[in-house]
């Protein structure tokens, strides 16, 4: 059995601001950096140790885990754990959203829900794959990906808070929900 536990990135620019980031990639601001120490002092305190760390090739993951893991740790990035493409509303007001104004989640001018979940559930499986059966594992990603991804293995699950954890276990290829905290 594997232990994940998935932790999306602190707070940004892009956040405060309410943009939509995407795959546009926006710095941690000093909330987001203290949210990742308390994701960090979380672990700490529950005296969990990791035995792999991945995040998206985005910054706000990377600078997240490397919070986390007080930059003692190596970590593999992963593309196909980068957060969902909005597509031409990226770096907008989130009120441009189609769905903040009546229209459908569905627009073709952005990645489908469909495709963010089939490639994190290939980023997972690759996690999987090339880890340890005991190993506890930390993945650092994005609040769209994660939620979704979540909602596939639990579809009773809400959202990520910025620095929000959720643990699942896997055995062979079946993951199962634990339960999610904010630290932070």
């Not at 987001?32 to 140790?49: D, M, P, S, T």
């Not at 579809?155 to 910025?162: A, G, L, R, T």
């Not at 620095?163 to 276990?169: F, L, N, P, Y």
Request: proline letters at 3%.
């Amino acid at each position: 059995m594997r232990t994940i536990y998935l932790v999306r990135h602190g707070q940004t620019l892009f956040n405060v601001h309410h943009k939509i980031q995407g795959t546009c990639d926006s710095p941690l601001t000093a909330l987001g950096k203290a949210q990742a120490q308390a994701v960090r002092q979380y672990f700490l305190q529950e005296g969990i140790n990791f035995d792999a760390a991945f995040c998206s090739t985005q910054e706000r993951a990377s600078s997240t885990l490397e919070i986390i893991t007080n930059h003692q740790m190596p970590y593999t990035r992963l593309y196909d754990l980068h957060e969902k493409s909005h597509g031409e509303y990226e770096g907008q007001d989130e009120f441009m959203l189609p769905w903040r104004r009546g229209f459908s989640r569905i627009n073709a001018a952005m990645e489908a829900d469909t495709c963010v979940e089939q490639r994190m559930e290939k980023a997972i499986t690759q996690i999987i794959d090339t880890t340890r059966n005991h190993d506890t594992i930390l993945v650092v990603g994005h609040g769209t990906a994660l939620r979704l991804f979540t909602q596939a293995v639990n579809p009773k699950f809400k959202e990520y808070d910025n620095c929000g954890v959720v643990k699942m276990t896997a055995i062979d290829d079946q993951l199962k929900f634990i339960n999610y905290v904010a630290p932070s």
